[in-house]
């Protein structure tokens, strides 16, 4: 018997219609994950018996059988009025989708215990051409996505994965193996399960999916390494992974279970079960799925210096179609930030230095997953996992040495390759930008082939020596009216010897305390190591090492001393006689 549960009450039909199943398995290239059941219920209707009755009203049980209908052949209440009003009753019945159907041997000792129960949706309702007189007969086809048997299990062919072999679900040496180990647990197929049971294990019931991978260089962007000299470059790639299912409209006692929430669901599922401690996890996942399936043969990525980083996620849901997809892409890196530098030389003839200029960004990546708390998730606190404008900054101090440059710095040794002359290792000019939200930092630095500071620990120096040598002295006699002017009268003599010394340096270091302190008394020429520097330039630079020198002396000092910009500046000057 077929009884009907609807609006809360049993609608048994009588004359008991003939039923018919088909079963259409879903497959891929995986293996199947379930189907679709094509039900076709066919019978007839009788103007004077049978449930539904003649008014539109049915019988709640097969048993007992309803009693006949006083319906005559002609008239308005006749047999052509009870056959129509039977008919619309049928179609109230199937209008709404997803309604409870029970099927019953009536004969059965056990009471009318059902022995199949699905929900269907109606696909079409028809009746057969006819006078409508006495009886009319029907086919109605319905569509159901699984059975289920009298305790609310699904019938082993509505499950997903069916089509597999228990030893299969554990040795993940096959296609089907791996496949089934990422949808299960590995319980066998084989076992019913209620509908929140095979919801709760599989995440939902779906008509179709697909998984596609795809990797491919990241041209313009790479690893700088460690090693002297700073020549190889590791290339990195871009990691794109698409899921996507289509659910099915399923319903059991509990309700209604979208398709889309399905599709959902079964995607968050499969993604847990493979091999991730949870749904944003990067170290299991997807390098598991690379070791099995990418850079074998083809690309040859050494895995075990990739990692993967910056991850990303974009999720599509289409509720009419009842689909939904993810799309993550990882950057495959051999570091925690990438760096691009651009390197230019310059020489002219108004001077005799040579620079160089690097001009260089770094961008960070960052291990955290794209629903982490720094950007406003709650895919855990991510402890000790970097942000990438922190890594950004680990990767300027490597290649900086921790911003003091000099030759140990990899970016002096860049500069210094490019040129076939000496480089001063104290930056001519530096400039830092820096962008927190896309974790990058650009760098601009210049050296130059100016020697090396005389003064240790000053960041620039400048030092000029100026002689002035003797020169006639005369007199310069006015006369009044003379066209072609004074006079000029040599009196015997020559000028002394003259040499000035200037020392113009900037220095980095800040010393506190009070006032006195922190401005006077910080001058670099009170101050080791700049103070016996300096002493030694100026004794290198004076008079003292001019050869046949007889006597020399100093003019009163002058310096000046700005604690601000750190710039302190002295000139001396010496006259100086020879012995000849």
């Given at each position: 018997m077929i009884i009907i549960y609807a609006n809360g009450n049993a609608h048994a039909i009588r004359p008991c219609p003939l039923i018919s199943i088909s079963y259409n398995p879903y497959r891929n290239k995986v293996g199947t994950i379930g189907g679709t059941y094509d039900i076709t219920l066919t019978g007839t209707l009788i103007s004077f018996a049978g449930s539904p009755f003649s008014n539109g009203s049915t019988v709640a049980s097969y048993n007992p059988k309803p009693p006949p209908e006083n319906i005559?052949?002609?008239?308005?209440?006749?047999?052509?009025s009870s056959i129509l009003e039977k008919q619309n009753a049928l179609r109230e019945l199937f209008a709404v989708d997803g309604r409870k159907i029970e099927v019953s041997n009536p004969y059965d000792d056990s009471a009318g215990e059902p022995v199949l129960i699905f929900y269907p949706r109606?696909?079409?309702i028809s009746f057969q051409e006819g006078i409508y007189v006495n009886t009319c007969t029907y086919t109605i086809n319905l569509q159901a996505d699984y059975l289920l048997d009298k305790d609310d299990n699904v019938i082993t062919d509505g499950l997903m994965g069916n089509s597999f072999e228990p030893d299969t679900l554990v040795s993940g040496n096959s296609a089907a193996g791996n496949y089934e180990n990422a949808l299960t647990t590995g319980q066998s197929p084989q076992a019913r399960q209620s509908v929140a049971d095979h919801i709760n294990e599989y995440g939902g019931f779906v008509e179709d999916f697909s998984e596609t991978w795809s990797i491919e260089a990241e041209d313009g962007n790479g690893n700088t390494m460690d090693p002297a000299n700073d020549t190889d470059i590791i290339r990195t790639y871009r990691l794109t992974r698409n899921v996507s299912a289509t659910g099915k409209t399923s319903y059991d006692s509990s309700g209604r279970y979208e398709a889309w929430q399905q599709a959902k669901s079964f995607?968050?599922?499969k993604i847990l079960k493979e091999g991730s401690s949870n749904l944003n996890g990067y170290s299991s996942y997807p390098k598991l799925n690379l070791e099995s399936a990418f850079a074998s043969g083809f690309i040859n990525l050494a895995l075990a210096n990739y990692g993967g980083y910056n991850h990303s996620r974009t999720e599509s849901i289409d509720k009419t179609g009842g689909s939904y997809s993810l799309v993550d892409t990882w950057l495959l890196s051999s570091g925690t930030a990438y760096e691009n530098y651009n390197l230019s030389v310059s020489r002219s003839i108004d001077t005799s230095l040579t620079s160089v200029t690097i001009d260089g960004s770094i961008k960070g990546l960052s291990s955290i997953p794209a629903s982490g708390y720094v950007y406003g998730g709650n895919g855990g606190n991510n402890a000790g996992l970097n942000t990438p404008y922190e890594n950004a900054i680990n990767k300027y101090k490597t290649v900086s040495n921790?911003?003091?440059?000099?030759?140990t710095s990899h970016i002096f040794k860049r500069a210094q390759n490019a040129v076939g002359v000496p480089l001063n290792p104290i930056p001519l000019s530096i400039g830092l930008g820096s962008n927190e939200f896309t974790g990058e930092i650009t760098y601009n630095v210049q050296f130059d082939t100016r020697p090396v500071n005389l003064i240790t620990g000053v960041l620039s120096e400048n030092i000029s020596v100026q002689d002035t040598y003797p020169g006639d002295v005369f007199a310069v006699i006015p006369v009044l009216g003379r066209q072609t002017g004074p006079v000029l009268q040599y009196i015997g003599g020559r000028t002394e010897y003259r040499r000035s010394l200037s020392i113009d340096i900037v220095v980095a270091d800040t010393?506190?305390?009070?006032?006195?302190?922190?401005?006077?008394?910080?001058?670099?020429i009170l101050i080791e190591p700049y103070r016996t520097s300096i002493n030694n330039v100026i004794y290198q630079l004076s008079p003292a090492f001019e050869p046949g020198i007889r006597k020399y002396f100093l003019e009163p000092p002058s310096e000046s001393w700005d604690p601000k910009e750190k710039r302190y500046s002295i000139t001396l000057n010496w006259i100086y006689e020879l012995d000849h």
């Amino acid at each position: 018997m077929i009884i009907i549960y609807a609006n809360g009450n049993a609608h048994a039909i009588r004359p008991c219609p003939l039923i018919s199943i088909s079963y259409n398995p879903y497959r891929n290239k995986v293996g199947t994950i379930g189907g679709t059941y094509d039900i076709t219920l066919t019978g007839t209707l009788i103007s004077f018996a049978g449930s539904p009755f003649s008014n539109g009203s049915t019988v709640a049980s097969y048993n007992p059988k309803p009693p006949p209908e006083n319906i005559p052949v002609l008239g308005a209440t006749g047999g052509l009025s009870s056959i129509l009003e039977k008919q619309n009753a049928l179609r109230e019945l199937f209008a709404v989708d997803g309604r409870k159907i029970e099927v019953s041997n009536p004969y059965d000792d056990s009471a009318g215990e059902p022995v199949l129960i699905f929900y269907p949706r109606l696909q079409s309702i028809s009746f057969q051409e006819g006078i409508y007189v006495n009886t009319c007969t029907y086919t109605i086809n319905l569509q159901a996505d699984y059975l289920l048997d009298k305790d609310d299990n699904v019938i082993t062919d509505g499950l997903m994965g069916n089509s597999f072999e228990p030893d299969t679900l554990v040795s993940g040496n096959s296609a089907a193996g791996n496949y089934e180990n990422a949808l299960t647990t590995g319980q066998s197929p084989q076992a019913r399960q209620s509908v929140a049971d095979h919801i709760n294990e599989y995440g939902g019931f779906v008509e179709d999916f697909s998984e596609t991978w795809s990797i491919e260089a990241e041209d313009g962007n790479g690893n700088t390494m460690d090693p002297a000299n700073d020549t190889d470059i590791i290339r990195t790639y871009r990691l794109t992974r698409n899921v996507s299912a289509t659910g099915k409209t399923s319903y059991d006692s509990s309700g209604r279970y979208e398709a889309w929430q399905q599709a959902k669901s079964f995607i968050k599922k499969k993604i847990l079960k493979e091999g991730s401690s949870n749904l944003n996890g990067y170290s299991s996942y997807p390098k598991l799925n690379l070791e099995s399936a990418f850079a074998s043969g083809f690309i040859n990525l050494a895995l075990a210096n990739y990692g993967g980083y910056n991850h990303s996620r974009t999720e599509s849901i289409d509720k009419t179609g009842g689909s939904y997809s993810l799309v993550d892409t990882w950057l495959l890196s051999s570091g925690t930030a990438y760096e691009n530098y651009n390197l230019s030389v310059s020489r002219s003839i108004d001077t005799s230095l040579t620079s160089v200029t690097i001009d260089g960004s770094i961008k960070g990546l960052s291990s955290i997953p794209a629903s982490g708390y720094v950007y406003g998730g709650n895919g855990g606190n991510n402890a000790g996992l970097n942000t990438p404008y922190e890594n950004a900054i680990n990767k300027y101090k490597t290649v900086s040495n921790d911003s003091h440059y000099g030759l140990t710095s990899h970016i002096f040794k860049r500069a210094q390759n490019a040129v076939g002359v000496p480089l001063n290792p104290i930056p001519l000019s530096i400039g830092l930008g820096s962008n927190e939200f896309t974790g990058e930092i650009t760098y601009n630095v210049q050296f130059d082939t100016r020697p090396v500071n005389l003064i240790t620990g000053v960041l620039s120096e400048n030092i000029s020596v100026q002689d002035t040598y003797p020169g006639d002295v005369f007199a310069v006699i006015p006369v009044l009216g003379r066209q072609t002017g004074p006079v000029l009268q040599y009196i015997g003599g020559r000028t002394e010897y003259r040499r000035s010394l200037s020392i113009d340096i900037v220095v980095a270091d800040t010393y506190g305390g009070t006032i006195r302190q922190s401005r006077l008394l910080s001058k670099p020429i009170l101050i080791e190591p700049y103070r016996t520097s300096i002493n030694n330039v100026i004794y290198q630079l004076s008079p003292a090492f001019e050869p046949g020198i007889r006597k020399y002396f100093l003019e009163p000092p002058s310096e000046s001393w700005d604690p601000k910009e750190k710039r302190y500046s002295i000139t001396l000057n010496w006259i100086y006689e020879l012995d000849h």
